[in-house]
């Protein structure tokens, strides 16, 4: 045998491993895409139906929201009648409660003054168009000085 026919031989026997490493790999990567493609199948199988499943639980959110945006409506409907009812009962009856409340204020002070000025001796009311006015004081609230 001649150097060159060792050389063919060598180069022909690593040709023959490589071949073999390649067919090998192609092997592995059939498999390998055989399993991703089921793998791809599965999830389809699975993904339409959840895909179902979530539209119409979408469907039923909106249809609630839905129902929620008509009670927000007539809640705000029935707010604003009370409201109304509210500031309509406060000025009917608030300035008539307001004079009766100021009118027995205005008696209890009145009975209360000549409480004190009975116990007093020499010192009686100044009475003006029915009207009882107690004695000037200093520490009274209107004559107070503000500081």
């Given at each position: 045998m001649s150097g060159g026919e060792v050389a063919g031989l060598i180069?022909?026997?690593?040709?023959a491993i490589l071949v073999s490493?390649?067919?090998?790999?192609?092997?592995?990567?059939?498999?390998?895409?055989?399993?991703?493609?089921?793998l791809v199948a599965s999830v389809t199988e699975q993904?339409?139906?959840?895909?179902?499943?979530?539209?119409?639980?979408?469907?039923?959110?909106?249809?609630?929201?839905d129902?929620?945006?008509?009670?927000?409506?007539?809640?705000?409907?029935?707010t604003a009648n009370a409201s109304a009812l509210s500031s309509?009962?406060?000025s009917t009856?608030?300035?008539?409660?307001?004079?009766?409340?100021?009118?027995?204020?205005?008696?209890?002070?009145?009975?209360?003054l000549q409480a004190?000025?009975?116990?007093?001796a020499g010192k009686t009311p100044t009475v003006v168009a029915g009207k009882v006015l107690p004695a000037a004081r200093r520490g009274s609230r209107r004559n107070r000085s503000k500081g």
């Open positions: 180069v022909a026997v690593f040709w490493f390649l067919a090998v790999a192609l092997v592995r990567l059939s498999q390998t895409l055989r399993k991703t493609t089921e993904a339409v139906p959840l895909l179902g499943e979530a539209t119409s639980a979408l469907r039923s959110a909106h249809t609630q929201l129902r929620v945006d008509t009670i927000t409506a007539d809640v705000a409907e029935v309509t009962v406060a009856f608030g300035g008539p409660l307001v004079k009766v409340a100021a009118f027995g204020y205005g008696v209890r002070r009145a009975v209360g004190k000025g009975a116990g007093k």
